[in-house]
């Protein structure tokens, strides 16, 4: 690679070149900084001189955008700075309004030199405020989920939700319709152990509605399960007529899951098997399918052997 040499002559040349180049660059950057812009910030809304006899409700967020007056620095230190001071809106004409118009009240907002610049205007540039009767409600949370189990493990008992009600307080026609409140969706992928985390409830779609508390505790446990096999009785159901039934075999071996922690107090007391003596009665049938009506939470059965029983009817 060639290497240019310069004579000492040239250096200076080149030097005061550079120099020259940075003192422009640096005359232009604070003459354009220097010059008026118009640009929008985000400004946080609080409210004075509420009126005394009506309740009112906000119908939109508390933040806007302040389209503001100013310099190239303002406008480039207004970006910095995210501690900006909240703007104050009056609210003395709602005693006769359902709105605010906030250009009307730019002068008093700019004279209250909260903020280091000037605004000219707001979007949106009006706010509007629900004065419906309000009532209070309390409704169930309701979790949503998406849950993937990593193999042999899975939801082992309840899901439990802390608080499990929510309060919602907004215009009794809104409230009559809610019945339950969602969470934001919980999406676990490959877990193979118990789950608990604060989850945030869903916002209200209308700006009408204000919801208490905003977050949930949610647990769910989760373990690992396994097979296990019992002998369970098999009951005759339905033998309106009293007539003296023999069933064989009187017991049904049942293969069923059930969480490892689980597994040493599950028992047969847990299960009822049961056979309908009105399928021979209405239908014909010569053996009596088994069916389980009762069996632990969140097991699942496997196979039950046999899963027909024959019968002698003595009338």
């Known amino acids: 690679m060639a290497i240019i040499k310069l004579s000492a002559i040239e250096r200076r040349r080149l030097q005061a070149f550079v120099t020259c180049l940075v003192v ?61 001071k909240p703007v104050s809106v009056d609210l003395h004409t709602l005693e006769t309004k359902d709105f605010i118009v906030l250009n009307t009240q730019l002068k008093q907002i700019n004279l209250k030199k909260e903020l280091n610049h000037q605004i000219i205007g707001f979007n949106p540039d009006t706010l509007f405020f629900d004065f419906s009767n309000r009532t ?43 019945k339950v409140w969602k969470t934001d969706s919980v999406k676990l992928n490959n877990i193979n152990e118990s789950f608990s985390s604060r989850v945030n409830l869903q916002k209200a779609k209308e ?41 064989f075999p009187q017991k049904v071996r049942v293969t069923f899951t059930t969480s490892l922690t689980n ?17 021979w009665r209405l239908n014909g049938y010569r053996v009596l399918p088994v069916k389980l009506t009762r069996l632990p939470s969140y097991s699942k059965i496997v196979k039950i052997e046999p899963q027909n029983i024959d019968f002698i009817v003595k009338k």
Do not use: C
């Not at 118009?38 to 005394?52: D, E, G, M, S």
């Not at 493990?153 to 009794?172: E, H, L, R, W």
């Open 207 to 247: 700006g009408n509605l204000d919801i208490l508390p905003k977050t949930v505790t949610v647990n769910i446990p989760i373990d690992e399960f396994t097979e296990k096999s019992m002998n369970i009785p098999v009951k005759l159901i339905n033998n309106n007529n009293y007539y003296d039934v023999k069933i």
């Open 136 to 178: 209070v409600k309390r409704v169930p949370v309701q979790l949503v989920s998406a849950i993937k189990f990593q193999k042999q493990f899975a939801q082992s008992d309840n899901v439990t939700i802390k608080p499990a009600y929510v309060t919602i307080s907004g215009p009794a026609v809104t409230l009559a319709g809610i």
């Open 24 to 84: 422009a660059i640096v005359a232009w950057l604070f003459t354009s900084l220097s010059n008026p812009y118009r640009y929008t910030v985000k400004q946080v809304i609080i409210f004075k001189n509420a009126p005394l006899k009506r309740a009112f409700h906000p119908l939109q967020s508390d933040t806007i955008d302040a389209i503001v007056q100013g310099t190239g620095w303002e406008m480039l230190f207004s970006k910095m700075n995210a501690g900006q």
């Open 263 to 279: 597994y040493p107090e599950a028992n047969e007391d847990d299960f009822e098997a049961v056979a309908d003596l009105d399928k």
